[in-house]
């Protein structure tokens, strides 16, 4: 990813660079059928500065995609603030890129294609996309697959094509929903390590949902833990560990274990009530 420079606000109460995400006690209530008005997060305060890898745990069904789902303009907040780059969401903010556990490929198209539709969206000339696209792909490690069509690709490659597809429109925040839940440890720790690589000097933000604190720690600035649903911030873990990181080279470190411990200090309560109230999935 080439380094991407964070917009500063042009609010005037703002500070010259806002940061990338704040949200300000910010809830989010849905209409439903039956349980009537339901509270899905509450009060949740949290920033992010601009080029921060912040990773999000909480148990199951806390609230951790609604508050991405805020973020990302997808969900208006019933009250309190959500701003990016320093202003207030309404609709899909501009830079902003997103990965979710299932992938967003179009299976009838091949990897060039679907690499370069993010920039082809945005009106940028076939030739020029796809060169670009091409650049991408050799980024993620897939040159020589360029014909290939999704379902012609192992899960790991999918993966590939998914964050080529992301970063190539250079987001200068990107939201990350268990990006790689589906995927097999071995294949899971090979694309931490490519994220790793390609945010590197973005400069872009990060905010990386997951239910995997192994994969929390390694790749955080910062993990946000959340309390049990109405999920609101419980606790937040700063992750002193010297970047560049290999997961595989840093994860059985004393360091690590030692934050491994912290942070499911803290989570371990919140799964617990999650439990008692019946969840059958647990964090
Ligand atoms: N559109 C909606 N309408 C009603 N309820 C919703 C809606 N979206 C989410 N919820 C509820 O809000 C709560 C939080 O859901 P959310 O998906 O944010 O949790 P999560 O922490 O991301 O879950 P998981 O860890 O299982 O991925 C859940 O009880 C969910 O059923």
């Given at each position: 990813?080439?380094?991407?420079?964070?917009?500063?606000?042009?609010?005037?109460?703002?500070?010259?660079?806002a940061p990338?995400?704040?949200l300000r006690q910010?809830?989010k209530?849905?209409?439903?059928?039956?349980?009537g008005?339901?509270?899905?997060?509450?009060?949740?305060?949290?920033?992010?500065?601009?080029?921060?890898f912040?990773?999000?745990?909480?148990?199951?069904?806390?609230?951790?995609?609604?508050?991405?789902?805020l973020?990302?303009?997808?969900?208006?907040a019933?009250?309190g603030?959500?701003?990016?780059?320093?202003?207030p969401?309404?609709?899909?903010?501009?830079?902003?890129?997103?990965?979710?556990?299932?992938?967003?490929t179009?299976p009838w198209k091949?990897?060039?294609?679907?690499?370069?539709?993010?920039?082809?969206?945005r009106?940028?000339?076939k030739?020029?996309?796809?060169?670009?696209?091409?650049?991408?792909?050799?980024?993620?490690?897939?040159?020589?697959?360029?014909?290939?069509?999704?379902?012609?690709?192992?899960?790991g490659?999918?993966?590939?094509?998914?964050?080529?597809?992301?970063?190539i429109?250079?987001?200068?925040?990107?939201?990350?929903?268990?990006?790689?839940?589906?995927?097999?440890?071995?294949?899971?720790?090979?694309?931490?390590?490519?994220l790793?690589?390609?945010?590197?000097?973005?400069?872009?933000?990060?905010?990386?949902v997951t239910?995997?604190?192994?994969e929390?720690?390694?790749?955080?600035?910062?993990?946000?833990?959340?309390?049990?649903?109405?999920?609101?911030?419980?606790d937040e873990?700063?992750?002193?560990?010297?970047?560049p990181?290999?997961?595989?080279d840093?994860?059985?470190?004393?360091?690590?274990?030692?934050?491994?411990?912290?942070?499911?200090?803290?989570?371990?309560?919140?799964?617990?009530?999650?439990?008692?109230r019946?969840?059958?999935h647990?964090?």
């Amino acid at each position: 990813m080439t380094p991407v420079t964070p917009k500063p606000s042009t609010g005037t109460a703002a500070p010259a660079v806002a940061p990338a995400i704040a949200l300000r006690q910010a809830t989010k209530r849905f209409a439903t059928r039956d349980r009537g008005a339901f509270t899905a997060i509450t009060d949740v305060d949290l920033e992010v500065g601009a080029g921060e890898f912040v990773t999000v745990v909480g148990p199951t069904g806390c609230g951790k995609s609604t508050t991405l789902s805020l973020v990302s303009g997808l969900e208006p907040a019933s009250s309190g603030e959500v701003l990016v780059h320093g202003k207030p969401v309404s609709g899909i903010p501009d830079g902003v890129g997103y990965m979710f556990q299932t992938d967003a490929t179009l299976p009838w198209k091949n990897v060039l294609d679907n690499v370069a539709l993010g920039l082809r969206y945005r009106g940028v000339a076939k030739a020029d996309a796809e060169r670009r696209a091409q650049d991408w792909i050799g980024r993620v490690g897939l040159t020589g697959f360029e014909d290939r069509y999704p379902h012609q690709l192992s899960g790991g490659m999918r993966k590939r094509v998914a964050m080529a597809q992301t970063l190539i429109t250079e987001p200068s925040l990107l939201l990350l929903d268990e990006p790689f839940g589906a995927l097999d440890v071995q294949t899971r720790e090979l694309m931490q390590d490519e994220l790793l690589r390609l945010w590197s000097g973005s400069g872009a933000a990060v905010v990386f949902v997951t239910h995997d604190l192994t994969e929390a720690i390694a790749l955080a600035d910062r993990v946000v833990v959340m309390t049990a649903g109405p999920a609101t911030v419980k606790d937040e873990v700063a992750i002193d560990l010297p970047r560049p990181r290999k997961v595989e080279d840093i994860r059985l470190t004393p360091e690590f274990i030692e934050l491994y411990r912290r942070v499911w200090d803290s989570l371990r309560e919140e799964v617990e009530i999650t439990r008692a109230r019946g969840a059958s999935h647990v964090a």
